[in-house]
């Protein structure tokens, strides 16, 4: 199948409202654009510079997500045109996305990554750490971010109960933490290739995919 064809083969599965995010990483541009042609606008990708670089190659509408882990002094290299970071795991990331966004007199939208798998390699806040930091009020002082919701990603495995049980507990803090937002908070970014729909059944309103669009990757 074309990228077309497997990219209109997932849309067909999603609910309204769902958004899909093309990952897009290791992939080159003309892929990219295949998908584009196709009707897709928001891609994924985990590394700044190839982001960056497929920014300056491809159509100016396309909405660019920062979905791998971002380093502080990476930020500057993306803030003048991404749309979202959804891979925003501490409070000096989050300052510097707020002093990028400034300096380039934009709003960034992010997403809080929490982590909720068995997997210590696995990026993210603790929910307790997460919840202690919202409730702190840090982020009432950083006007050019805005917060859309929560990421994680499940534990990799093939025990469907313990990817249901991570969905719950990143859908159980999505909500107690909504009381802290206004209602700009509505994005539950969980679900990949292979489990997202289960993170469907889980009120996910953005999922990630790569693999079932574009095929294996190309280091």
């Known amino acids: 199948m074309s990228v077309s064809e497997r990219l209109h083969k997932i849309l067909d599965t999603l609910p309204e409202g769902v958004k899909l995010v093309a990952v897009s990483k290791f992939h080159p541009a003309e892929r990219l654009q295949e998908a584009y042609d196709a009707g897709q606008r928001i891609f994924g990708e985990s590394r700044p510079q190839e982001m960056a670089a ?5 159509p100016a509408d ?4 920062m979905i791998g882990h971002l380093q502080t002094n990476k930020v500057k290299m993306i803030a003048p045109f991404v749309a979202m970071i959804s891979s925003v795991d501490s409070e000096r990331l989050i300052e510097e996305i707020e002093r990028q966004a400034a300096r380039n007199n934009r709003t960034i939208e992010i997403l809080l990554e929490a982590h ?10 603790s929910p307790d750490e997460l919840k202690a930091y ?6 009432a002082a950083m006007p050019h971010i805005r917060v859309r919701g929560l990421m994680t990603i499940a534990t990799n495995t093939d025990d469907e109960a313990i990817i249901r049980r991570d969905f719950q507990h ?5 909500e107690e933490l909504k009381s802290h937002f206004d209602s700009n908070f509505d994005t539950l970014s969980i679900g990949m290739s292979d489990d ?7 009120g996910s309103t953005m999922v990630r995919i790569g693999t079932a669009i574009f095929g294996a990757r190309e280091y």
Request: a negative charge; proline letters at 3%.
């Open 196 to 202: 997202y729909p289960i993170a469907l059944e889980y």
């Open 134 to 139: 919202v409730a702190s009020g840090a982020l």
């Open 170 to 174: 990143i859908r159980d803090l999505f």
């Open 116 to 125: 909720v798998a068995d997997e210590q390699t696995k990026s993210g806040w």
């Open 54 to 58: 497929k920014h300056e190659q491809l």
């Open 62 to 65: 396309i909405e660019w997500h």
